[in-house]
């Protein structure tokens, strides 16, 4: 199986024009591997008792249907997803 860096494809990159970006936390289930670091758009991953979060900053709502369309890809199950519009983790 090969998944492109971020769930984009390579010269067909979409950016929804006045739209904030936005930070999003996506909770499935199951605890995810080092194999995945990097391959959600760069979300970072956090294995929690039976679980794992994914977040970060996204660019707009098109890179987080791709994302959600990976986890769909791979089977995974989606437990929950929380977006907020225009706001980045500091640091």
């Not at 090969?2 to 936390?25: M, N, W």
């Not at 900053?57 to 929380?82: K, N, Y």
Request: hydrophobic letters at 40%.
């Amino acid at each position: 199986m090969i998944i492109a860096k971020g769930g984009r494809l390579p010269g067909r990159i979409r950016h929804t024009p006045d739209v904030p970006g936005l930070t999003c936390t996506i909770v499935v289930s199951g605890e995810l591997g080092q194999q995945f670091d990097g391959v959600f758009a760069d979300l970072g991953l956090s294995p929690e008792a039976g679980t794992t979060v994914i977040s970060g900053a996204l660019t707009d709502q098109a890179e987080l249907q791709g994302v959600l369309r990976q986890i769909f890809d791979l089977g995974l199950e989606v437990l929950s997803v929380s977006t907020h519009p225009g706001e980045f983790p500091s640091g």
